[in-house]
């Protein structure tokens, strides 16, 4: 059985990515295409792929068209390319929260779903793509099958999951991502307003990390004066954020949160 050929859609952090890693497989990455020049030529230069940078120069000879752009843009960029594109191709769209919804009815109703790799992406950072899930949805087998021959020749772990599970999903995927590199940025703006070098605290953020990836639940794992109801550690730490007025609402909300959490589970 031969394997899909593949038209990419976009040329940000994923696409790019996608690009490099579906090229030096055996798969068929026929071009990429984006709407504007911006981001082709690195794509070019680092993969050799072919390029079009308006989406009505799209390839129209493909298997599958993965579409890796932005949430909102989604069901435009798969409008513009709809009619542009064989009826009987598939059509996928990256995206971790966006339901797959969101390609129904184009061209006159393709098939389509979702094909969403799970891991934050830079085009400066390498990735072992090998080792990041890629979950597949829709409504048609014969989509997963083939989606699922795309996405086992770059990756180790192939999931299929509910449209809405993949929804779900996402929301503790901000949390552990988003959300805790967020708290690094606080973490690194107090310390350079401090005078401090943030290299101090690296040691304890791989311990942390560490910890999770050995298999330990992270409620078993958690320290510090929140936890503990340290009333005295936590004045002097509110004590010294008053030169943070941006900073200390978060201190006390987290504060709150993990307080309240083990006094109720406790």
């Known amino acids: 059985m031969s394997l899909p050929s593949v038209v990419i859609v976009g040329a940000g952090n994923l696409a790019y990515h996608l690009a490099l890693n579906i090229k030096q497989s055996k798969l ?41 752009v932005s949430d909102n843009a989604i069901r435009e960029t798969a409008i513009a390319i709809g009619d542009l594109i064989p009826r009987d191709a598939i059509i996928a769209h990256t995206s971790g929260s966006q339901s797959i919804d969101a390609l129904k009815d184009i061209n006159g109703g393709m098939k389509y779903g979702s094909f969403y790799p799970l891991q934050s992406f830079k085009k400066d950072r390498k990735v072992d793509f090998e080792s990041i899930p890629i979950f597949l949805s829709s409504y048609d087998k014969s989509v997963i099958k083939k989606l699922r021959q795309v996405a086992q020749e770059i990756s180790n772990q192939v999931v299929i999951i509910p449209d809405e599970d993949r929804s779900k ?58 936890v503990r109801g340290d009333g005295s550690t936590i004045k002097n730490h509110r004590k010294l954020l008053k030169d943070h007025p941006d ?13 309240k959490y083990y006094d109720e589970n406790n």
Request: positive net charge.
């Open 28 to 68: 068929s990455l026929l071009q990429v295409c984006n709407r504007s020049r911006r981001g082709l030529s690195k794509i070019k230069r680092d993969t050799g792929a072919a390029t079009a940078s308006a989406l009505s120069k799209i390839d129209g000879s493909a298997d599958a068209y993965i579409i890796a």
């Open 247 to 259: 900073q200390l609402p978060l201190y006390n909300y987290l504060t709150k949160v993990i307080n």
């Open 169 to 226: 999903l996402h929301i503790p995927a901000v949390y552990v991502n988003n959300f805790v590199n967020h708290l690094y940025t606080v973490a690194q703006e107090y310390c350079s307003s401090e005078g401090l070098k943030m290299s101090y605290l690296h040691p304890l953020m791989v311990e942390t990390l560490d910890r999770i990836l050995d298999g330990k639940k992270p409620q078993d794992m958690q320290t510090g004066p929140a």
